[in-house]
């Protein structure tokens, strides 16, 4: 994968860098900038080398062109205060690019041909300057025109952060420090059978949790009561469980149970797994998530990807809290993947706590599945 040092000299060039800019909004008003400033090194450390910046990136999924709701408007502003200079937010592809030193495209994908990796479209992004640095790394398991087909239109590089999530995730496969611990979580075992698949052959120890859980006990023969439960799983979810060696696979020994999906709804926990009908699992027990705790601080290097339960509600965030805090005590190397356990330690304030947390929810799942990454491939 070619890096910035092999731009050469970029003084007084045209630089266009893809960053991520995928920021959750209510409304106009951004809740997570934490993507805005992972781009920063790389944007200022181009400044700094003399460049102009021109900046592409999507946000949400827009649908049949432009559509106030999903402008970037907010994210030039952001940026703007971030970097403290002024970023100028060009409208449209038709109209002269600004004579500014930061100019940031509008959504890329109010563009046809954008997703489906146009060729044509992808020459008129690189119209607008010199070289190409990708610095999505949430976005490089997508072939888009930003993100694949303008890497083949001008010489290009991976920035700063693309490299750094790159060079972390495959790490933690390659060499680890162990004993290397996986934490899998969230509702889905088909999300995570890749990741299941990965760490199967390659961790010391994979725990368990979220409603994922629930496709395994219906293996195992338990009752899983009125709990989600991915029927597509269940067969999944067996023959992972016939691979695991040993000890490597732990399930929760007990679970925290609502009547149904609310804050307010009746609670109870459960010492064992099987649910009575009328209760649903929403979160490990006690005895599991101090026992997951115990793990993860005896690791070298602990992978967490997915919450242990219901953590948006409050009588259900006790087992993704414990096991968010023992991530962050870790004395191993800790590396979060994105999107909810990302979520998770920022409502717990921990993010800080971690060695690496990937700014990439589906891209950093594809990375450790041993799946090319598009948006990788096309800078080497
Ligand atoms: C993400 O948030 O996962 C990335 O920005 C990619 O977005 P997408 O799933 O809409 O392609
Ligand atoms: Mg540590």
């Not at 590089?157 to 750094?164: F, P, V």
């Amino acid at each position: 994968m070619r890096t910035l040092e092999d731009l050469g000299d970029i003084s007084g060039k045209r630089v266009i860098v893809r960053v991520d800019f995928n920021v959750p909004l209510d409304g106009a008003t951004i809740t997570d900038d934490a993507r805005i400033r992972a781009a920063l090194p790389t944007l200022q450390e181009l400044r700094g080398a003399g460049a102009r910046l021109v900046l592409l990136s999507h946000l949400g999924r827009p649908k049949g062109g432009p559509d106030p709701k999903f402008s970037l408007r907010p994210v030039a502003e952001r940026l703007q205060d971030l970097l403290g200079e002024p970023v100028v937010l060009m409208e449209s592809l038709d109209s002269e690019p600004p004579d500014a030193d930061v100019v940031l495209l509008e959504n890329v994908r109010f563009l046809e041909g954008e997703t489906n990796n146009d060729a044509e479209l992808a020459r008129r992004y690189a119209a607008l300057g010199d070289v190409y640095v990708n610095d999505a790394f949430g976005s490089a398991h997508r072939a888009h025109a930003s993100t694949e087909a303008i890497a083949h239109e001008l010489p290009s590089a991976a920035g700063r952060l693309l490299e750094r999530e790159v060079r972390t995730l495959t790490g933690i496969l390659e060499d680890p420090q162990r004993p290397l611990v996986a934490i899998v979580g969230g509702a889905k075992v088909t999300d995570k059978i890749g990741v299941l698949d990965a760490f199967l052959s390659r961790a010391d120890t994979i725990l368990i949790g979220g409603a994922m859980c629930f496709p395994f006990f219906k293996a195992q023969g338990h009752e899983v009561g009125a709990s989600l439960c991915e029927q597509e799983g269940i067969e999944p979810a067996r023959r992972v469980l016939e691979q695991a060696d040993g000890n490597q696979l732990r399930l929760p020994t007990d679970l925290r149970l609502g009547r149904e999906f609310a804050a307010d709804t009746e609670t109870k926990e459960l010492h064992g797994v099987d649910v009575d009908d009328g209760w649903m699992g929403l979160d490990v027990g006690v005895a599991s998530a101090r026992s997951y705790a115990e793990v993860v601080a005896g690791a070298g290097t602990v992978f967490w990807n997915g919450p242990m339960g219901a953590f948006e509600l409050e009588p259900f965030a006790a087992g993704t809290r414990t096991v968010a805090e023992a991530v962050a005590e870790a004395p191993g190397t800790t590396v979060v993947g994105g999107g909810d356990s990302a979520a998770a330690l920022a409502k717990f304030g921990l993010v800080d706590r971690v060695d690496h947390v990937s700014t990439g929810g589906g891209a950093s799942l594809e990375l450790i599945e041993g799946k090319p990454l598009p948006g990788v491939e096309a800078l080497s």
